[in-house]
């Protein structure tokens, strides 16, 4: 180890969790916001699909030259496959950024208490000091057994030190209580629980050592990584790359488009705007400059990004559309 290893030592971080559509990235951004000047903050970002569209999402929003440091592992639970895709990640964002604090943001299916050992590994004791783990929840989901009932949801409010009920603006008066009624009974008896909407979530909610001990936990199976990441593959010469993945009752898929290829806007957003599923996002180069999107249950958002390296898509449903693919096809500016 070098000397500049040597040098991060007990970095502050934290685990910002939730189920899919709940605002983790959104969140972020607005950390990211109020972080103190002078300071270097590092993200690491994992996503369930295979292509990674987070990254790009905040990457066109702050640079290294603002203090902050993005790093994306896609394709799946980050702590799978022997978690190399993670340790990897981890390592050269540390060795780049020696960051101030660090936040990572698991996928929204991923399982928490692995990451949350992962991290407290033997090789991590010194490198990095755990501090609170937040949990966003949107209390609408309580009524919905799909969420109630699924293992990824409810480990997600287990091991928070802080439950925070995002999109209280969109909220009946008895989803609050049901909420802290719901942690009360499945969370850490101090688990504390605050309300925000738009992921606005105060810095002092960082703050402190995370409860959480590391605990012998079941190891669940996915797939190992065997091959290259689709995320750094070569865009053949059709000028597109498409990924499927599949697990925790959910599948995705993705594309990931030549810089070359320029989408109609106006188009783009009306394919966009008719989708039916659980969660999409992008970022595209169009004619009307680099826009990125992120639809959920409650809307589909538009935000205009300083710039990207290429045009990707990933969407995550119950069942995947064979037309997607033709209705992408159709918004390019000359398709050939």
Not at 45 to 59: A, K, M, R, T, Y
Not at 79 to 93: E, F, K, R, S, V
């Amino acid at each position: 180890m070098n000397t500049k290893q040597l040098a991060i030592r007990a970095v502050p971080t934290n685990i910002i969790s939730g189920f899919l559509g709940v605002g983790k990235t959104s969140a972020i951004l607005q950390l990211l916001k109020h972080k103190p000047k002078g300071e270097r903050w590092a993200v690491l970002v994992n996503e369930f699909g295979e292509i990674g569209v987070d990254g790009s999402l905040l990457e066109g929003q702050y640079t290294n030259a603002q203090g902050i440091f993005i790093r994306e592992v896609p394709g799946g639970c980050m702590c799978c496959a022997a978690g190399l895709p993670m340790h990897i990640a981890l390592n050269q964002l540390l060795a780049k950024a020696k960051p101030d604090r660090l936040l990572i943001e698991p996928t929204g299916l991923g399982h928490p208490k692995e990451v949350l050992k992962t991290l407290s590994a033997e090789h991590y004791q010194d490198v990095l000091s755990l501090h609170k783990t937040l949990t966003l929840v949107d209390a609408r989901k309580l009524s919905d057994k799909r969420y109630t009932s699924h293992d990824t949801f409810n480990q997600q409010i287990a091991i928070a030190d802080v439950v925070i009920g995002n999109k209280l603006d969109l909220y009946k008066e008895e989803e609050r209580a049901n909420l802290i009624a719901y942690v009360k009974q499945l969370g850490q008896t101090h688990a504390e629980v605050i309300f925000t909407q738009y992921g606005d979530i105060p810095l002092s909610a960082l703050q402190g050592l995370t409860t959480n001990n590391p605990i012998p936990i079941h190891h669940h199976h996915h797939k190992t990584q065997t091959k290259p990441l689709v995320s750094e593959l070569a865009i053949p010469a059709c000028g597109f790359v498409k990924a499927m993945n599949e697990g925790e009752g959910f599948s995705s898929i993705g594309w990931r488009f030549s810089p070359k290829k320029i989408f109609n806007h106006k188009l783009l957003f009306s394919f966009l705007a008719g989708l039916r599923v659980e969660r999409m996002k992008a970022v595209f180069i169009t004619d009307a400059g680099v826009v990125g999107y992120n639809l959920t249950g409650d809307a589909l958002t538009e935000i205009h990004l300083d710039d990207c390296l290429e045009s990707k898509i990933e969407i995550i449903s119950n069942d995947i559309d064979d037309k997607w693919e033709l209705a992408l096809m159709h918004c390019l500016q000359n398709p050939e």
